[in-house]
């Protein structure tokens, strides 16, 4: 198949419509019913499976530059190992910085964990490691 974006039906000549199904693109031609099929195959860019195995630091970072009892409990909600502390202490102890730091962890568990924290206010961020 070309690599045009506007793609001719070969049997009429009008503008074919492009259609996506995952990794399926089919070409149909409105006008006479031609229709013209092919696979892609994703790049591990496009997959997310491009060096999955990499440590990335993750960090909580504060909103208001301050940790919120909110955050402090997503915090204790999304850490096992904080769940166990008071929420006072644990604020006690999050609160010397802007951020604090949740340590190292493979990069699928980080994506992870950082949508579960979005999810209850909680702002994750994690660093790729320099290369
Ligand atoms: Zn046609």
């Known amino acids: 198949m070309t690599t045009t974006t506007r793609s001719q039906c070969p049997v009429c000549g009008e503008s074919l419509i492009r259609e996506e199904v995952g990794t399926w693109i089919k070409l149909r031609c409105p006008a006479c019913g031609y229709e013209q099929e092919a696979h892609w195959v994703p790049s591990p860019e496009e997959l997310g499976l491009v060096r999955d195995d990499v440590d990335v630091e993750v960090t909580a970072v ?24 008071s929420v006072n202490v644990l604020k006690e102890r999050v609160s010397k910085g802007e951020r604090f730091s949740l340590g190292k962890m493979k990069r699928p568990a980080a994506k992870r964990l950082r949508e579960k924290a979005e999810q209850l206010g909680l702002t994750l961020e994690y660093e790729e490691p320099a290369q």
Do not use: C, M, T
């Not at 504060?62 to 502390?85: F, I, M, T, Y």
């Open 62 to 85: 504060w909103k208001s530059g301050r940790p919120s009892v909110a955050e402090v409990q997503a915090l204790r909600k999304v850490v096992p190992d904080l769940a166990n502390e």
